[in-house]
């Protein structure tokens, strides 16, 4: 799963992020095509935030065209064509929703989009879509330096559980049974020596 969607703290900061874009896009609409500020927001707010869940296909992009493949050339292509299409579709798309937010509302808005601001939002998608591809990239790298870490960490655990198997395997049960027998004999003869061997048999244990 998407590791943005897979946590609603990340999702949730992932669309305030584009929120503030959105808002960045309803200055421009306002300042180059005289929308009124609501209509300004009902254009840019809900187009944005549905290429914000497009930007998220990068992630499965970048899973499929690592980087340490050394296929740079490819990698370069593939996303231009894919950011370029996006992008179009996302222009496209808002032209048409700006269409139907003339129709529904009584706003006094211009009668088309120009070709300035489709111009903007062509350009900004491009951008935000390679921008996009550039964080997921990192993700993955991020993904893949705490794996490692905790990879490390099991074969750290596996190791100690090992040595302290082999150190267990080391103790023959019949040895510390004939110990224990030699102190129990010595407790009668000589005391000093049962106490020595037993410290000795303890220093060996730990």
């Known amino acids: 799963m998407h590791p943005i969607l897979a946590h609603r703290e990340k999702l949730g900061l992932y669309l305030i992020v584009w929120f503030i874009i959105g808002l960045l896009i309803t200055t421009l609409a306002v300042l180059s095509d005289n929308f009124e500020w609501i209509l300004a927001l009902s254009f840019s707010i ?3 935030l549905l290429y914000a869940f497009v930007g998220l296909s990068a992630y499965y992009l970048c899973r499929v065209f690592p980087l340490d493949r050394g296929r740079t050339l490819q990698l370069i292509v593939v996303f231009i064509f894919v950011s370029l299409l996006s ?3 996302w222009a496209v798309l808002g032209k048409g929703w700006y269409w139907l937010l003339s129709q529904i509302t009584e706003l006094n808005a211009p009668a088309d989009l120009s070709n300035a601001l489709m111009n903007v939002l062509f350009g900004v998608g491009v951008v935000l879509y390679i921008v996009s591809v550039s964080v997921h990239y990192l993700v993955i790298e991020f993904e893949k330096s705490n794996a490692l870490e905790r990879r490390e960490f099991q074969l750290k ?3 100690q559980d090992a040595e302290l198997k082999t150190l267990r395997a080391q103790i023959d049960p019949h040895s510390l049974f004939n ?3 030699s102190i129990s004999s010595l407790t009668t003869g000589d005391p000093a020596g049962a106490r020595q061997m037993t410290l000795l048999l303890a220093d060996f244990l730990r």
């Open 46 to 48: 809900p187009i944005t």
């Open 157 to 159: 655990l596996l190791a």
């Open 87 to 89: 992008s179009a579709m």
């Open 179 to 181: 110990s224990l027998n």
